[in-house]
């Protein structure tokens, strides 16, 4: 699929990078401690993890089956403090080393749980190891913070939800350049960002070359976002 583990590594390799594909079962505590120690051995250490793995299920809770509910909670809650959890001992020697998760800014207002309480607890939940583990870790010189996109982003993900216009989106690649202003950042911690307010802090306003359609004005507001 576009985007997964492999496609992902050719592209890295095609600029330059490299790459070390891993196939890994985010829900197998076993396999997500595989990967981490693999990727510390062949690169010789971790400065970042990205929790960017994560399941959707926009389904009321009648329409919620425990088989969905159990996915979105074990990809994203658990998944990402599995993953936290292995790269942590690594980062600890890292170089300014970082967590990022791709999870929105915490929220208690009814409307972001009413219409999909069980994908919004799951979100709010890679947020809250966001939140302790920023906390938790500070003191060893580990930064955790997450990043949120202002719009719904273009991806083959997205193309899954029905009714999406991606002509109102953005390309993935603003999130890209806004993780890389947060990962080489020195300070900072404990922060729920979002990726077009990332760049405004470094002077990048026009946003014009990440939109899907150019010329857009109109965009979709992603979700937990007022």
Not at 143 to 158: E, G, K, Q, S
Not at 171 to 187: G, N, S
Not at 205 to 225: A, C, I, M, N, W
Request: glycine letters at 8%; hydrophobic letters at 45%.
């Amino acid at each position: 699929l576009p985007g997964t583990i492999f496609t992902a590594a050719q592209e890295i390799e095609a600029a330059g990078g490299e790459a070390l594909p891993l196939v890994t079962d985010i829900r197998d505590e076993d396999a997500i401690a595989a990967a981490v120690n693999e990727a510390a051995s062949k690169f010789g250490g971790l400065d970042i993890l990205i929790n960017n793995a994560s399941a959707i299920n926009l389904t009321k809770t009648e329409a919620t089956p425990a088989k969905r509910f159990d996915l979105m909670f074990d990809v994203n809650v658990r998944g990402t403090f599995l993953a936290s959890q292995a790269a942590i001992p690594h980062l600890r020697n890292g170089v300014n080393p970082h967590i990022l998760t791709l999870s929105p800014p915490l929220s208690m207002k009814e409307k972001w749980f009413k219409n999909h309480v069980a994908y919004t607890m799951s979100k709010y939940g890679m947020s809250m190891c966001v939140l302790g583990m920023s906390g938790e870790f500070k003191r060893d010189g580990i930064a955790v913070n997450a990043l949120w996109p202002m719009t719904a982003i273009d991806t083959a993900a997205l193309a899954m939800i029905p009714g999406i216009d991606t002509a109102a989106c953005r390309t993935p690649e603003i999130l890209a350049d806004a993780a890389h202003v947060i990962l080489t950042k020195t300070e900072g911690s404990g922060e729920f960002l979002v990726d077009d307010e990332v760049l405004a802090s470094v002077g990048i306003t026009d946003l014009e070359k990440y939109s899907v359609v150019p010329g857009t004005t109109d965009f979709l507001l992603d979700f937990f976002l007022d």
